[in-house]
């Protein structure tokens, strides 16, 4: 998988995603998008679903101390922060 993604955005270095609901951080370089799929493998590579063209992310993120991995359709991502190293 590569990593820039979509537009540009490269997703190793995306630290958050703004969802309908408000900022998600997000554990670093575990960003990823992928061609339609109906989920994703353990490693995070994405299962291909021929009739499905959703374009797909995942992530995962911290909750209650336990990480939770957050899946969804690409469209539904309004913007994205991401880390800047000089």
């Given at each position: 998988?590569?990593?820039?993604?979509v537009?540009?955005v490269?997703?190793?270095?995306?630290?958050?995603?703004?969802?309908a609901?408000?900022?998600?951080?997000?554990?670093?370089?575990?960003?990823?998008?992928?061609?339609p799929?109906?989920?994703?493998?353990?490693?995070?590579?994405?299962?291909?679903?021929?009739?499905r063209?959703?374009?797909?992310f995942?992530?995962l993120?911290?909750?209650?101390?336990?990480p939770?991995?957050?899946?969804g359709a690409?469209?539904?991502?309004?913007?994205?922060?991401?880390?800047?190293?000089?």
């Amino acid at each position: 998988m590569d990593d820039e993604g979509v537009d540009g955005v490269e997703t190793t270095i995306v630290c958050a995603v703004l969802l309908a609901d408000g900022w998600h951080e997000i554990q670093q370089g575990s960003f990823r998008v992928g061609e339609p799929a109906d989920g994703w493998h353990d490693d995070m590579t994405p299962i291909a679903l021929e009739d499905r063209p959703v374009p797909m992310f995942t992530y995962l993120e911290e909750t209650d101390g336990a990480p939770m991995r957050v899946k969804g359709a690409l469209s539904s991502i309004l913007a994205v922060k991401e880390r800047v190293y000089d």
